[in-house]
């Protein structure tokens, strides 16, 4: 019998005996099982878990290999078809074929380009230089663009060679070696590429900067003066510009002023130099180029007979450089201007210089102010003059040179016929010094000289210095000028001053615009006015103006209401004012001129000292200033 029910489950036919095979538990049947007789129960067991997830298949899988007799609806379930869990397994496969051709497609026009051949270890040229060759040799081949349309969410590829002529637009080569160095292009270059003179100071161009501006300026026919002053640039600076110098034929004048330019940028200047034509001027002002960086530009004018304008101040250079621009003096003939000033040139050089310019015939301007040649240096200058018949302007001032060399050039210059101005200010040349070198010029025997204008400024002036200053003025078409700095001068003691100065005070601070107070009437030369036509005109000037003030300013200016002055010296007092300056130490109403128009005899301003009691003068035009 029981051999017969076995059969019987064993076909499907029957349940289960409930002894041999106890119940499972409802909480995890997985599997459907048919209920047991008169359960009232339903066919399937309830669960909470989803029906395709990894748990539930592991779970039912383990529950399968465990039961050694399977139930008529679980075999079932495992004939019916179960959802796969692999996502790729319903994606189609690609053939090679086209594989290849998506992979064709990326890289000839995704912008990843280099970074997949990089991930296909592909080692053949760039495909989008490649193309862009096959554009220039064909111009009907189209971009191809397929691609936009197999991939979803993604905008139209853009022709890459497009898009850059379209972003560049002027100067494509330029922005393009610009991205090339990884540096912003300069579009104040841009702006102004069409310009005579280019000035990009104060700008602190890099090393990537130069080499991209070089490139593009070393074809341009435009510039003829390039302006870098102030960039912080140093000898490899210049380095990177030194193609551009040496293949444009244009560009003839070059200022690398107050770079930090040092010995190896003076080297590769001489470079640059020693194998151009074209250039005239150089410009290399406080570059701190040493002693030695000025024997090399001595070095320059040896081989270089085109440069006429040689700027060097400020450089700290010695007497060997010195002596070494006098050697090159002797030979070049081409060189007019040379700045030599606010250096460290001694006797020796100054004497250097000197014997140059005796064998010299090109050289019209020599500047040496703020260097320490000395009566020496100074004497061996003068006498220099005596065989030189081109130097036009010789600038010694402020060199410590005294009364000694007055005979000298008193003895030189009458007979130099090509020098014209003399610049001696701020040495230790006195009024007496000053009367002995200008005596030659008053004389009614010389004949007259080209000179016309010595410079005599911070010499301390007596009348009969002043008058004789007036004199060679007028006469000899001789200009003098012998100011004193404000540090030096007295404070002056005309009331008309105080009173002038007390206008404009008043004027500030009742916002009363005193330049367009008076009528253009009174600017004309030789029209003079009183402190009584300014108190006028600023009564009809329309502001509110109370009567008390203008009573009171009237009664200020009584001392000087009958003086007379012109509106020029009143508005040079304004401006003095306005500049922070003290129109008192000034000299805009000192000139003997000045005095004897407004009837004041000179000789009243004598007194028992040399000097004129806080009265100075100058031969000078009165708004030198």
């Not at 090509?418 to 007496?432: G, M, P, R, V």
């Amino acid at each position: 019998m029981e051999a017969l029910e076995k059969g019987r489950y064993d076909m499907g036919m029957s349940s289960p005996p409930p002894l041999i095979f106890p119940p499972r538990s409802a909480t995890l049947s997985f599997v459907s099982e048919p209920s047991s007789p008169g359960s009232g129960t339903g066919s399937h067991s309830v669960t909470r878990l989803r029906k395709n997830s990894a748990k539930m298949r592991k779970i039912q899988l383990s529950s399968r290999l465990a039961s050694p007799i399977p139930s008529v609806t679980s075999a079932k379930s495992t004939v019916s078809k179960q959802p796969s869990s692999k996502p790729w397994e319903y994606v189609p496969i690609l053939t090679d074929e086209q594989y290849a051709e998506k992979k064709e497609r990326l890289l000839r026009g995704s912008k990843l380009k280099r970074e997949l051949e990089k991930y296909w270890n592909i080692e053949t040229p760039s495909r989008l230089e490649k193309k862009r060759l096959d554009e220039i040799s064909s111009e009907d081949e189209e971009y191809d663009t397929d691609l936009d349309q197999e991939l979803v969410g993604l905008e139209l590829i853009v022709d890459e060679k497009t898009k850059q002529i379209k972003d560049d637009g002027l100067f494509p080569e330029y922005k393009r070696m610009c991205r090339k160095l990884n540096v912003i292009p300069n579009h104040y270059l841009l702006r102004h590429s069409t310009d005579d003179d280019i000035k990009l100071r104060h700008r602190y161009l890099s090393k990537n900067d130069c080499t991209a501006m070089g490139y593009e300026m070393k074809d341009n026919s435009t510039f003829s003066k390039i302006d870098l002053e102030d960039n912080g640039m140093t000898g490899k600076h210049i380095h990177a510009l030194a193609e551009m110098l040496l293949q444009n034929h244009y560009v003839s004048d070059i200022n690398l002023s107050n770079n930090p330019v040092g010995v190896p940028g003076a080297k590769v200047v001489r470079y640059i130099l020693t194998n151009n034509t074209h250039i005239r001027k150089v410009d290399l002002t406080g570059c701190k180029i040493q002693d030695v960086g000025g024997k090399v530009m001595a070095e320059i004018l040896e081989h270089n007979v085109y440069i006429k304008q040689l700027l060097l101040s400020r450089n700290g250079i010695g007497d060997e450089s010195a002596i070494q621009f006098g050697k090159v003096l002797e030979s070049n003939s081409t060189l007019e201007i040379l700045d030599l000033s606010w250096n460290q040139i001694n006797r020796p050089g100054a004497h250097a210089l000197a014997v140059g310019l005796r064998n010299n015939h090109g050289l019209q301007s020599l500047i040496l102010n703020m260097n320490g040649v000395g009566k020496e240096g100074g004497s061996s200058l003068i006498e220099c003059l005596r065989l030189n018949s081109t130097l036009i302007i010789l600038d010694i001032g402020a060199n410590r040179i005294p009364d000694d060399i007055a005979p000298v050039i008193a003895r030189v210059l009458p007979s130099n016929k090509a020098l014209h101005t003399l610049k001696l200010s701020y040495n230790l040349i006195t009024s007496e010094g000053a009367m002995t070198l200008l005596k030659p010029w008053s004389s009614k025997i010389k004949k007259k000289s080209p000179l016309k204008k010595i410079e005599l400024d911070g010499t301390d002036v007596h009348t009969e210095l002043a008058l004789l200053v007036h004199k060679l003025r007028e006469k000899r078409g001789l200009t003098v000028t012998v100011r004193l700095p404000p540090s030096r001068r007295e404070r002056s003691l005309d009331p008309l001053m105080g009173s002038l100065m007390y206008i404009v005070r008043f004027c500030d601070k009742e916002d009363v615009d005193l330049p367009e107070l008076f009528p253009r009437s009174y600017e004309e030369k030789g029209v003079l006015i009183s402190t009584d036509d300014v108190v006028e005109l600023i009564k009809h000037s329309g502001k509110d103006i109370g009567k008390y003030r203008l009573h009171e300013l009237k009664r200020t200016l009584q001392e000087t209401r009958d003086r007379r002055f012109e509106l020029k010296e009143l508005l040079t007092i304004h401006n003095q004012m306005r500049l922070g300056k003290d129109p008192q130490r000034e000299d805009s109403l000192r000139s003997a001129i000045a005095g004897k128009r407004r009837g004041i005899p000179v000789e009243t301003l004598q007194v028992s000292t040399p000097s004129t009691a806080g009265v100075r003068f100058r031969g000078g035009s009165d708004d030198e200033d």
